[in-house]
């Protein structure tokens, strides 16, 4: 199953609401999971089953979509969302990631 | 506190071999899936392999690895495996352990990384 993220960068300031796309080219219902990595470090668990929150994240990311098409938003960008952004399916192994979206500061 | 933490990774020439580790706290190993990822330098994320909880002989892999890395696990000393064979320079990455599988949904948490570098 391959996933498309778009877009592949994106700029935004402090406060913008911004939107990831990610889609699989077969539905996997909400098996679908996001990730942040910031330079040098491992990537965080942000969402899974595309729409629950994990423990301790920021209520400002929220996830929605079902089937193929999938949505991170982050609801107003802080200085430490600037990082590189991973969608996950986990619907059926080998599980794919997309190819990331690197949010970059304006 | 939940922890994973991945050891092993080293300069090795191609053809050669390599087992990565990755040792786990703060849960019951025995009960949870695991799985390797890796990503090469500049690049994305990759899985490369899982296994299933203890008792079970489940494990998958990646094609780009199958026939050449071998998944284990050590419940008796909370410890995750990686044997990698036959080392190729596109396999050099960071490698990555993390909890989980797909039966949970996610992968939570990640260790910090060992690097893998293949290279003459």
């Known amino acids: 199953i391959q996933l498309t993220q778009s877009p592949s960068s994106l700029s935004a300031s402090v406060g913008d609401r911004v939107t990831i796309t990610c889609r699989a080219s077969h539905g996997i219902s909400t098996s679908l999971a996001w990730y942040q990595q910031k330079p040098g470090k491992a990537p965080t668990l942000l969402i899974f089953a595309a729409s629950t929150l994990q423990g301790g994240v920021p209520s400002r990311f929220s996830g929605s979509g079902s089937g193929t098409d999938f949505t991170l938003t982050i609801g107003s960008l802080q200085p430490e969302d600037f990082a590189t952004y991973y969608c996950q399916q986990l619907n059926s192994y080998p599980s794919t990631f997309g190819q990331g979206t690197r949010l970059e500061i304006k | ?120």
């Open chain 2, 1 to 120: 506190e939940v922890q994973v933490a991945e050891s092993g990774g080293d300069l090795v020439q191609p053809g050669g071999s390599l087992r990565l580790s990755c040792a786990v706290s703060g849960f019951t190993f025995r009960s949870y899936a695991m799985s390797w990822f890796r990503q090469a330098p500049g690049r994305g994320l990759e899985w490369v392999s899982a296994i299933g909880t203890a008792g079970t002989t489940d494990t998958f892999y990646a094609d780009s690895v199958k026939g050449r890395f071998t998944i284990s696990r050590d419940n008796s000393r909370n410890t995750l495996y990686l044997q990698m064979n036959n080392l190729r320079a596109e396999d050099t990455a960071i490698y990555y352990c993390a909890r989980g599988g797909i039966r949970l949904g996610w992968f939570d948490p990640w260790g910090q990384g060992t690097l893998v570098t293949v290279s003459s």
